[in-house]
């Protein structure tokens, strides 16, 4: 069983940055890690995600100004948002997943305001 936990929501105006924090209960070699948002009436999406070896995929609106990162020794993943916008107003989530087996924090909430 594997614990997460995120860290690093809160309010922030339009422009700002924030950077989000996934802490896992050991180390995650091997495992990938993706970042997933979901705001009030839509469907849980994925916004980033890294590979144990470091190779990170992105969703379209994010890319550009979200980096993805992590240290898997520190059992560590990070999300630095940067030029916030309305719509990236969510709760962000960080998920491990080996094959099938997967486990999900309990997410962090980001609120921008204009």
């Known amino acids: 069983q594997v614990q997460l936990v995120e860290s690093g929501g809160g309010s922030v105006q339009v422009g700002g940055s924030l950077t989000l924090s996934c802490t896992a209960s050991?180390?995650?070699?091997?495992?990938?890690m993706g970042w997933y948002r979901q705001a009030p009436g839509k469907q849980r999406e994925l916004v980033a995600s890294?590979?144990?070896?470091?190779?990170?995929t992105y969703a379209d609106a994010v890319k550009g100004r979200f980096t993805i990162s992590r240290d898997n020794a520190k059992g560590m993943g990070w999300l630095q948002m940067n030029s916030l916008k309305s719509e990236d107003e969510s709760i962000y989530y960080c998920?491990?997943?080996?094959?099938?087996?997967?486990?999900w924090g309990h997410g962090t909430r980001v609120i921008v305001s204009s």
């Open positions: 890294i590979n144990t070896s470091g190779t990170t």
């Open positions: 998920k491990l997943n080996w094959h099938d087996e997967e486990y």
């Open positions: 050991g180390t995650i070699f091997g495992w990938t």
